[in-house]
């Protein structure tokens, strides 16, 4: 038997339960991991509410690193006693043990903790088609980043910086916005004290952004679109404040023929090649030190109610992570 956090039911992080399930077996084309840390992200919260369906009764958790203990029949990409990390479930990963399709995982290098693994992956995987392949960018352009210090915030705005790119970052206070100075933004605003696109324009000398990313969603979108400039691009890849509301296509046309995508990780690291691809850019970074990951809270697993009770109050700084052994 081991431990996993899951839920019967939708609502708030008091509806997140310790409970003793068995040690799954792995299927043939899955490896079973021992978790050394599983990471938190906000679509762990948007499930556990309902925002994005799931079956129920549901493990949560979609993210995680640890050590290879056992592999199904057909597995050729991993052995017993690999580093290993994941980001795109199965669900489950709030857990001791997980069994993931060897497609799904990617080798850790030695030089990375699986601790540090377990909470850059998805964060830093999104970071990667953010900037490298949902529009290129290149040295000179000027964009906004919204929650420049959450977990991707940092990640995202250390790439862009590397690339040349000059960041303008929000965040909600003092202590924050030097952090996300620290990993590459030029440019801070207060977003509960400043006007958020009146301070983007007197920035950018009346142009706007050319890429707005906003993972914030319904208190900045409309901030979002008024920061952009002609013929740029609003990311909406997040809904941390909630969904947002839509938005008429005139409405694009209006503040300049902008563009505007809703994106998801999901589709692209479809293929394991792709997955591959991402996770060697992002590791690559990490081991030449232009990203240095940010561990702002360790929780053991059974405390996995308050993680998220700080993630939706946002009281985090980088990456949060659950530790199976506390």
Known sequence: ????????????????ELREVPI?????????????ACGLNFIDTYQRTGLYPIPLPSGLGLEGAGVVTAIGESVTRFAIGDRVAFSSGPL?????????PEGRAVKVPDSIGLDVAAGILLKGLTAEFLIQRLRPLKAGDTVLFHAAAGGVGLIACSWLAHLGVSV???VGSEAKAELAREHGCSEIILYRSEPIAERVRALTNGKGCEIVYDSVGADTLVASLDSTARRG???????????????????????????????????????????DQAAKDLFGLVEKGVIRPVIGARYPLEQAADAHRALEGRQTTGATILLPRG
């Open 1 to 16: 038997m081991m431990r996993q956090i899951g839920l019967s039911r939708l609502g708030g992080p008091e509806v997140l």
């Open 24 to 36: 799954p077996n792995p299927k043939p084309d899955e490896i079973l991991i021992e978790m050394a």
């Open 92 to 100: 489950g990963a709030y857990a001791d043990y997980a069994a993931v």
């Open 168 to 170: 303008i970052g929000t």
């Open 233 to 275: 691009l609003v990311v909406s890849f997040g809904n941390a404040s909630g969904p947002p509301a839509p938005v008429s296509p005139l409405d694009l046309s209006r503040r300049g023929s902008l563009f505007l995508t809703r994106p998801t990780l999901f589709d692209y690291v479809a293929t394991t090649p792709e997955l």
